[in-house]
């Protein structure tokens, strides 16, 4: 096997790791739904996440690594409308993908459930691809629309990505029920919530 070398930018999970051209992630931070949502992803075509390709000696998933950039600290940049409505666009192939699937269990798509900045890998500063899948549930596109708005930190003016996505609706009440399964997800972990 080729030397492992650890992976930074974005919130970056431990001991992901890159060997040639894979990403091994410790099976702690992976879930079925996660390796199913990627298997389904593949099989429909869409383009733009990792392939998940199994589990090495370790138990480790084996996704493909994507070329691009990811950001560590998204607080210090400032985005252009193209970037937000290629965001959002993305968002949109996302969900169009996993519409009404049987992974979603009756509910509307599975939520990418952490649909941020640092989960995107940028190509000449355009978001091409999602990863990190390990909070996908099963949810309303609403949820990870307003998770981004708030993310991108973006509320107060979304019009740029809500075009992009293609969905007329209230950016507040977005943002609100997102911050709110938020608080739901935290509070079921049994971490305190800050915001």
Request: include cysteine; proline fraction near 5%.
């Amino acid at each position: 096997m080729s030397d492992e070398v650890p992976l930074g930018g974005g919130w970056s999970t431990g001991g992901v790791v890159r060997v040639g051209d894979t990403v091994r992630r410790p099976p702690e931070h992976s879930s079925q739904l996660m390796r199913d949502v990627l298997v389904h992803l593949e099989d429909v075509g869409f383009d733009a996440a990792p392939r998940w390709l199994g589990r090495d000696e370790q138990g480790r998933d084996i996704l493909t690594f994507l070329e691009g950039e990811t950001f560590s600290d998204t607080r210090r940049l400032t985005w252009s409308d193209g970037q937000l409505v290629a965001a959002g666009a993305l968002l949109r192939r996302y969900h169009d993908a996993v519409a009404g699937i049987v992974l979603a269990g009756g509910s509307e798509v599975v939520c990418h459930g952490d649909f941020g900045p640092w989960n995107l890998i940028w190509v000449g500063g355009v978001p091409r691809s999602v990863i990190d899948f390990d909070n996908a549930h099963p949810g309303p596109r609403l949820e990870d629309v307003g998770y981004a708005l708030w993310k991108f930190e973006v509320e107060t003016s979304p019009a740029a990505f809500l075009r992009g996505y293609g969905l007329l609706l209230n950016a507040r009440d977005a943002v609100d029920y997102a911050k709110q399964r938020e608080r739901e997800r935290h509070t079921q972990n049994g971490r305190p919530t800050t915001f």
